[in-house]
């Protein structure tokens, strides 16, 4: 670590935000999720401030030896967590709910030349996939425009929800296609994630690559993959995966599928992950 007081730092802003990890794996593991979490908080920010902040550049994006560092791609090519949130968080289009004090803001932010219109559906759940409210509103986006879309009281919202145990799901879909954002209402410090079972499928579409299908009976927060003890290989990684739901990813690698899932792992946030490979 170049940086003396850097270890200090990074552990204070973790003890804010999550529990304190079991193990030194496990805080590599939360250390990287911190990290994604401020850089996309400042990307949000920035981008629902369009006119007033028109780029992001951030530092830095990689390592030239191998190294503890604030990069988000390590010397070997590999991606941390970081590189992960501030791709999803600089795609063209993102949804971008915003909590202050009880102000609950609900941006739409668009980078393309052309308005956008089309429906906010707002489905709060609880983290066991219970749906405890759901609404629908039409939306119109100008071209290149970061425009406010909804605005709610947070505790008129949650009408007696617990926060700790309640995630909103913001999903704009316009022209066909879906843009999404989760929101919570607690820091993973406060919040009740309950155990969860992740089941885990591979297939070779092509010899080159193998296709990992995940799915979960409660929600996943960060769930990540490990293929041989590195995370940094898949075409998506560190996601929250919703009750229910199904995601696939992608990586490369020449062996069959089979012998390709006896070495599939994987961690989350949640207290208990367990995993039942298919």
């Given at each position: ?40 908080y400042g990307v949000d920010h920035w981008r629902r ?26 010397y070997y090519g590999r991606w941390k967590a970081m ?40 489905t709060l759940t609880d983290f066991s996939g219970n ?148």
């Amino acid at each position: 670590q170049k940086n003396p007081a850097a270890n200090g730092k990074i552990l204070y802003y973790l003890s804010e935000n999550f529990r304190y990890p079991e193990n030194f794996r496990k805080l590599l593991y939360v250390s990287q999720i911190l990290q994604g979490m401020a850089m996309k908080y400042g990307v949000d920010h920035w981008r629902r401030h369009r006119g007033r902040c028109m780029g992001t550049l951030y530092w830095q994006i990689n390592d030239n030896w191998p190294v503890a560092s604030w990069a988000s791609i390590d010397y070997y090519g590999r991606w941390k967590a970081m590189h992960y949130f501030v791709k999803k968080a600089c795609e063209p289009v993102v949804v971008s709910p915003y909590i202050q004090g009880d102000t609950l803001d609900i941006f739409v932010v668009s980078d393309l030349r052309k308005p956008l219109r089309g429906v906010m559906k707002l489905t709060l759940t609880d983290f066991s996939g219970n749906e405890l409210k759901s609404s629908s509103h039409p939306v119109t986006v100008g071209a290149a425009a970061s425009q406010r879309a909804l605005r709610y009281g947070v505790r008129d919202y949650l009408d007696g929800a617990d926060p700790g145990n309640a995630v909103l799901v913001c999903e704009f879909r316009s022209d066909k296609t879906a843009y999404r954002a989760l929101q919570y209402f607690e820091t993973m410090k406060n919040a009740t994630l309950p155990a969860a079972a992740v089941r885990i499928r591979a297939e070779k579409p092509d010899a080159a690559t193998c296709r990992i299908t995940v799915s979960s009976d409660k929600l996943a927060k960060n769930l990540t993959l490990h293929y041989k003890g590195t995370a940094g290989i898949f075409s998506d990684n560190y996601f929250d995966l919703l009750p229910g739901e199904s995601r696939s990813v992608t990586l490369t690698a020449p062996e069959d599928a089979a012998e390709i899932l006896r070495h599939i792992e994987c961690m989350a946030l949640n207290p208990e992950t367990t995993i039942i490979k298919l």
